[in-house]
């Protein structure tokens, strides 16, 4: 392997693995702008090493290792080790002698941790939301304004404020209890669904699908159920990720290309992500109360899921749940979506007249799917000029190359 091949293999290990790294060490630091810090000279170490000596057998765990390891001496430096280190020593019981001080039992809740103390209330809602996304799903400040319909400068200074704030306020690292955990928990929700969707949908590069990204935001959506069983929002979100998960094998074909909804081939839809799904609504049921945003999208997620074709798909009902949803949580997104819903519903007619309202919204003004449905709709009313030129737009747009390719695609047909 060359050193290039061995750097590049080393970028997509820290991908898979910084997330869980950050999380262990600000776990012992307490602190997450140092923790970022110390994990990242691990990452620096391994780039150094590892093109002479070789990937190790488990590479993660090394990480993991050289991390805490580090942690442990910035505490040393710092005169901290008869006071922090003993106590973190008690209360982890981890041996800093061995080669691999590490076992995925000792995190399983650390990424927990982490996604409510970046959620913390000291901090604005949405540095909440952009400094999450960055340690949680590793994503750069680009690809998070992209998600976040927002500048990349401001990102960066959300980011860099929200590791000041959380350092100066000397924020514990640990899950909030009672009702410091129920006011945090709508923006941890919000945290986990955009981590879901960079992996669905990703907003740039080459591939169509992350999944581990999504299985990982599943993951943590689940640890977030055992915590709070009786919060039917949390159920909803979980519902919605499985349901959608649900369609990853029919989502793109055998060369890498993406498949629209309604040419997927549905009997290779996860059946058992859906009865999980399924079970997860259910269950909202059983605890009763309105519902939420995200079991209303759960609930259009299930008409879907429901429908053996696409041709069966009950696009009243799913027009009706916008409606309700566009009540409970208004945003030019879901009008988006339910112009869509309401094409497929009452035609594209229907459809283009809330499109066209859409048309000046600032928080729209450069996201791609906006002329993306603007085209598609023009082109089932046949105003293929028109709609041409709106899926160039959305293709400049787009920084997702498999999504621009289709883009341009559909513009030439």
């Given at each position: 392997?060359?050193?290039y091949?061995?750097h590049?293999?080393?970028?997509?290990?820290?991908?898979?693995?910084?997330?869980?790294?950050?999380?262990?060490?600000?776990?012992?630091v307490?602190?997450?702008?140092?923790?970022?810090d110390?994990?990242?000279?691990?990452?620096?170490?391994a780039?150094?090493?590892?093109p002479?000596?070789?990937i190790?057998?488990?590479?993660?765990?090394?990480?993991m290792t050289?991390?805490?390891r580090?942690?442990?001496?910035?505490?040393?430096?710092?005169?901290?080790?008869?006071?922090?280190?003993?106590?973190?020593?008690?209360?982890?019981?981890?041996?800093?002698?061995?080669?691999?001080?590490?076992?995925?039992?000792?995190?399983?809740?650390?990424?927990?941790?982490?996604?409510?103390t970046?959620?913390?209330?000291?901090?604005?809602?949405?540095?909440r939301v952009?400094l999450?996304l960055?340690l949680?799903?590793?994503?750069?400040t680009?690809?998070?304004?992209?998600?976040y319909?927002?500048s990349?400068?401001?990102?960066?200074?959300?980011?860099v404020?929200?590791?000041?704030?959380?350092?100066a306020?000397?924020?514990t690292?640990?899950?909030?209890?009672?009702?410091?955990?129920?006011?945090?928990?709508?923006?941890?929700?919000?945290?986990?669904?955009?981590?879901f969707?960079?992996?669905?949908?990703?907003?740039?590069?080459?591939?169509?699908?992350?999944p581990?990204?999504?299985?990982?935001?599943?993951?943590?959506?689940?640890?977030?159920?055992e915590?709070?069983?009786?919060?039917?929002?949390?159920?909803?979100?979980?519902?919605?990720?499985?349901?959608?998960?649900?369609?990853f094998?029919a989502?793109?074909?055998?060369?890498?290309e993406?498949?629209?909804?309604?040419?997927?081939?549905?009997?290779?839809?996860?059946?058992?992500?859906?009865?999980?799904?399924f079970?997860?609504?259910?269950?909202?049921?059983?605890i009763?109360?309105?519902y939420?945003?995200?079991?209303?999208?759960?609930?259009?997620?299930?008409?879907?899921?429901?429908?053996p074709?696409?041709a069966?798909t009950?696009?009243?009902?799913?027009?009706?749940?916008?409606?309700?949803?566009?009540?409970?949580?208004?945003?030019?997104?879901?009008?988006?979506?339910?112009?869509?819903?309401?094409?497929m519903?009452y035609?594209p007619a229907?459809?283009?007249?809330?499109v066209?309202?859409?048309?000046d919204?600032?928080?729209?003004?450069?996201?791609?799917?906006l002329?993306?449905?603007?085209?598609?709709?023009?082109?089932?009313?046949?105003r293929h000029?028109?709609?041409?030129?709106?899926?160039?737009?959305?293709?400049?747009?787009?920084?997702?190359?498999?999504?621009?390719?289709?883009l341009?695609?559909r513009?030439?047909?």
């Open positions: 392997m060359t050193r091949e061995t590049r293999t080393i970028e997509g290990i820290w991908i898979v693995e910084s997330a869980k790294i950050i999380a262990r060490v600000a776990r012992i307490q602190d997450i702008g140092i923790a970022e110390l994990s990242q000279e691990a990452l620096v170490i780039l150094e090493k590892w002479v000596s070789g190790p057998e488990k590479p993660g765990a090394w990480l050289v991390a805490k580090r942690a442990i001496d910035f505490l040393r430096r710092n005169q901290l080790r008869d006071q922090k280190y003993e106590e973190i020593s008690r209360n982890m019981k981890f041996n800093i002698d061995s080669e691999y001080d590490f076992v995925d039992e000792e995190i399983n809740d650390d990424l927990l941790r982490l996604i409510f970046t959620c913390h209330p000291a901090l604005s809602r949405e540095a952009a999450t960055k949680l799903c590793g994503l750069k680009d690809e998070i304004a992209e998600a319909l927002t990349e400068s401001t990102i960066a200074q959300r980011i404020r929200a590791k000041r704030t959380l350092s306020s000397n924020v690292f640990e899950v909030p209890c009672g009702l410091e955990l129920s006011h945090r928990l709508s923006t941890v929700l919000e945290v986990i669904y955009l981590m969707n960079e992996g669905y949908v990703p907003s740039s590069g080459q591939n169509w699908i992350r581990t990204l999504c299985n990982e935001a599943i993951r943590l959506g689940r640890i977030l159920a915590l709070l069983p009786e919060e039917p929002e949390v159920h909803g979100l979980i519902a919605l990720m499985e349901i959608q998960a649900s369609r094998k989502r793109i074909d055998s060369s890498g993406p498949i629209l909804l309604q040419d997927q081939n549905r009997a290779l839809w996860d059946n058992l992500l859906i009865h999980r799904g079970s997860a609504l259910k269950r909202i049921e059983q009763g109360g309105p939420g945003p995200y079991s209303l999208q759960a609930s259009i997620a299930a008409c879907h899921a429901k429908a074709t696409a069966d009950d696009w009243q009902e799913i027009s009706a749940l916008y409606d309700v949803l566009s009540q409970v949580s208004p945003s030019p997104i879901v009008e988006l979506n339910r112009a869509v819903a309401y094409s519903a035609g229907a459809g283009l007249k809330i066209d309202i859409l048309k919204e600032p928080a729209l003004k450069k996201y791609h799917l002329p993306a449905v603007r085209g598609d709709l023009l082109a089932k009313l046949k000029e028109e709609a041409s030129a709106e899926f160039r737009r959305a293709a400049s747009l787009t920084e997702n190359e498999q999504e621009r390719a289709l341009l695609k513009s030439t047909n």
